[in-house]
């Protein structure tokens, strides 16, 4: 059986972000309280099944090998330290010399924060012809727009989802990279376009979901407003939306292919409204399927799982007993 590596580029200076990466490395910039890029990264990684991952390191490096030792949460981490800068290209190169027969991998850039599903791309990649996929996204605009017709102006729109697809800063090669003739500079203005005009890159798409790379100050207060409220779990995120004294919501985003705990609440009475997505709650006696504007209500005492057959983002309204959760079983290795 084929093992997938993760490998995540750790490397840069993090020019843009100073003061704060003279003395932090990019990927241990904290977006919450003593969580970084780097431990969100690795956990996605855990619960996708991947459980050994190259960290490709320079600048700061001893700081990575402080924080994380050689294993985080059950993944088995290994460093591959770049003697000098000479781009993404040349440090994912030593990384490939690291990868054993047979070994395929994920590669990550270290300054971005996604949801996206990388056991779907994985699967998605070993059964593709390409070589190597990249993980694109439709682009949000970082302005927001006017249209126009004849001499006025006729409407506003903040920040919209354009017709564009970008590079996510993920990749999947299912064995070594043709680097032809390349050693240096970054792999995406280099080999990528050589692989792209040999018609050996592929892509794999997700829309619709969470994706920030972190290179200024504001896209820093931008991510850390998003994890003001929000806690990743194994199957994806749950966010606090309201918390009064009468009654709780919560946003949950299920990534295809996964569920929740099998659970129960003592006291909590909730109801679950679908914004988007498919699946089914599995209860010890039935299943009720769910799709877009569907209502569920789940009394207390009944133990269930949320299952998700398709991306899924639901609002749970719910009474306000933000801890009364007692869980019967669990699905993924790490939390």
Not at 107 to 118: E, F, H, K, Q, S
Not at 191 to 213: C, T
Not at 262 to 285: L, N, P, Q
Request: aromatic share 12%.
């Amino acid at each position: 059986m084929t093992k997938t590596v993760g490998m995540i580029l750790c490397g840069g200076f993090g020019k843009r972000l100073r003061p704060i990466t003279e003395k932090v490395p990019k990927p241990l910039i904290e977006i919450k309280d003593d969580y970084t890029i780097l431990d969100k990264q690795l956990f996605d990684f855990k619960n996708a099944g991947v459980d050994k991952v190259l960290l490709l390191t320079g600048f700061l490096s001893e700081k990575i090998r402080e924080r994380y030792g050689d294993e985080y949460k059950g993944v088995k981490i290994e460093y591959v330290e770049e003697p000098e800068p000479l781009g993404t290209l040349n440090a994912i190169k030593l990384g490939m010399e690291h990868l054993g027969d047979g070994e395929q991998c994920v590669i990550r850039n270290g300054d971005v924060v996604a949801d996206l599903n990388i056991k779907k791309m994985i699967e998605q990649g070993e059964k593709s012809d390409y070589p190597l996929q990249i993980f694109v996204t439709k682009m949000v605009s970082p302005y927001g727009i006017v249209e126009i017709s004849g001499d006025r102006l006729v409407s506003f729109k903040e920040k919209p989802v354009l017709d564009y697809y970008i590079n996510g800063g993920v990749y999947f090669s299912n064995g070594s990279i043709n680097f032809g003739d390349f050693d240096v500079g970054d792999i995406e203005k280099t080999v990528f376009p050589m692989l792209a005009k040999e018609n050996q890159l592929g892509y794999y798409k997700e829309n619709g979901l969470f994706w920030m790379a972190i290179d200024t100050t504001k896209e820093l207060e931008q991510i850390r407003k998003e994890y003001q409220n929000r806690e990743d779990k194994p199957w994806g995120y749950e966010k606090i939306l309201i918390n009064t004294e009468k009654y709780l919501t919560k946003e949950l985003f299920i990534r295809e292919g996964y569920q929740t705990s099998f659970h129960y609440h003592e006291k909590k009475d909730e109801t679950m409204y679908i914004v988007s997505g498919a699946g089914y709650i599995e209860f010890e006696d039935r299943k009720e399927y769910f799709g877009k504007n569907d209502t569920i209500r789940i009394e207390p005492g009944e133990v269930h799982s949320i299952v998700a057959m398709e991306n899924t983002v639901l609002h749970e309204v719910s009474t306000p007993h933000l801890q009364d959760t007692v869980r019967v079983k669990d699905y993924y290795p790490a939390r």
